[in-house]
């Protein structure tokens, strides 16, 4: 008997994919994806979970795109049926869809710079369709409020409803993976659905800057790079801290701000610090991101964290025991990114090796995954790092000169080893310039004080923490 079309098609894609990659990757990847049919170049194909969809389309894209392309041509695409286990005991899934399968259909072309928002568009086409570029998984509903965001995420709705309102531009700041880009684009989101003909586009200050470096050398381009962007009617520019350094794209961006925000259109930005300790960015630029609200968000707690892993174990469809989610929450508490990655290895490790979800291997997974054991730091490796950020000779740090910038370094060598070693005050004078117990303990104070009233001073302390905290 003949095989399908679309057996066919796969089964080539497979005998080349096969010779590409590892066989154990093979085996755990592809074996287990079904082909289920084949209409209009678009290849459907069965997957177990949504897991298993997001692992392929992050790890596999290219070649599978490589493979369709060669059966089926430039324009083919794949669509991922997901499937739920109709025998299992997980929760509905919050999709809609028919029957086992819940679809989606994804093209090769994964961000077209002509799609998406060229800068090359023909001015004064105020009609213009523009993809704004919002990933639909982040919305407002799957965002978990908590302390660590609630400000932020209050001030986003209230943009969703009025856009260029009180709060723009809404500067959103803070550490990797605490779901600034999240938070944006459910803005973005938000408000398209409540107003579709608002212009909506989000880019990542990395594209922004490869666009205007097309505009400036292509001829008579700059200037529709600069029309384009002064026609959107909300701009979201993510990791704004890569600005720095660039004074072409800083000076674009800020006639382009200038415009939007004199015109009542809505800013936002995302940056992994807040703006008053960005560097190598223009005075002008900084002061505006200030003219809105500044929100940080901060590490979940351990309520938030729990709320996480719940919402996420139901989006994929998978009920997980209370107690495991608890583990989890209690033991990963640095960003939402790690949390969602630690439940997302434990749900593979689960399905692929059809094991149950029990404690037991949450625990294997974390310990895997989680570095629980402290970092044990010395006096010496505190004085080389503060040197190091400071451009000073550990020779000078321990000499007895009484140069300002070089006795505020001694002095927060002295408060990180009495904060991070179990060294006596003594041990540590006695390592630090052979100083006695008494001038250790006059440093640490004065570091506090200086912490409490300085700012920049208080940055320093603090990135010297996170080096010897990183290694």
């Not at 140069?403 to 002095?411: G, S």
Request: glycine share 6%.
């Amino acid at each position: 008997m003949s095989l399908s079309p679309h057996k066919i098609v796969w089964n080539n894609c497979l005998s080349i994919i096969k010779d590409n990659i590892q066989s154990s990757s093979f085996s755990t990847w592809f074996d287990p994806i079904v082909p289920l049919k084949l209409k209009n170049n678009v290849l459907t194909i069965e997957v177990p979970s949504h897991f298993f969809r997001e692992y392929i389309e992050e790890h596999f894209i290219d070649i599978l795109g490589h493979c369709l392309r060669k059966e089926l041509g430039n324009s083919a695409k794949l669509e991922y049926c997901v499937k739920v286990d109709s025998n299992s005991k997980g929760v509905p899934m919050p999709h809609q869809g028919q029957g086992p399968f819940q679809n989606k259909s994804i093209p090769f072309s994964r961000i077209n710079k002509d799609d998406i928002a060229s800068p090359y568009v023909v001015p004064g086409l105020q009609q213009i369709k523009i993809d704004p570029q919002l990933n639909a998984a982040y919305s407002f509903d799957n965002f978990i409020e908590g302390p660590c965001n609630r400000l932020a995420r209050i001030a986003g709705m209230s943009i969703a409803e009025t856009p260029g309102g009180p709060f723009n531009p809404l500067f959103i700041y803070g550490g990797s993976g605490l779901g600034k880009t999240h938070l944006a684009q459910a803005i973005g989101i938000e408000i398209k659905n409540r107003l579709p003909e608002k212009i909506v586009l989000y880019v990542s200050a990395n594209l922004f800057q490869i666009q205007f470096m097309d505009a400036v050398n292509i001829k008579n381009k700059l200037t529709d790079f600069m029309r384009f962007y002064q026609m959107i009617d909300v701009l979201i520019i993510d990791d704004v801290q890569e600005f720095a350094g660039k004074p072409g794209t800083q000076n674009a961006y800020f006639n382009i701000f200038n415009h939007l925000h004199q015109s009542g259109k809505q800013l936002i930005l995302t940056s992994d610090k807040a703006p008053v300790d960005l560097k190598d960015l223009d005075e002008r630029l900084l002061s505006r991101f200030k003219w809105g609200l500044s929100a940080e968000l901060q590490s979940p707690d351990y309520a938030t964290r729990l709320a996480i892993l719940e919402k996420k174990s139901y989006n994929e469809g998978v009920e997980v025991p209370p107690e495991v989610l608890e583990f989890i929450a209690r033991q990963v508490t640095t960003n939402v990114r790690e949390i969602e990655g630690t439940l997302c290895s434990l749900l593979a490790q689960a399905t692929f090796n059809k094991k149950p979800i029990t404690l037991q291997l949450a625990r294997t997974i974390t310990d895997r995954l989680v570095n629980n054991t402290p970092k044990e730091i010395t006096v010496q490796e505190i004085q080389k790092t503060v040197c190091n950020y400071f451009g000073i000779q550990p020779d000078i740090l321990v000499s007895k000169t009484r140069k300002r910038e070089i006795c505020q370094a001694r002095q927060i060598a002295m408060y990180l080893s009495r904060n991070h070693t179990k060294n006596s005050l003594s041990t540590i004078g006695s390592l630090i310039g052979g100083k006695d117990h008494a001038t250790v303990l006059h440093s640490c104070n004065t570091v506090c004080n200086l912490m409490d009233t300085d700012r920049v001073f208080r940055q320093y302390v603090t990135d010297i923490e996170k080096k010897l905290k990183n290694g």
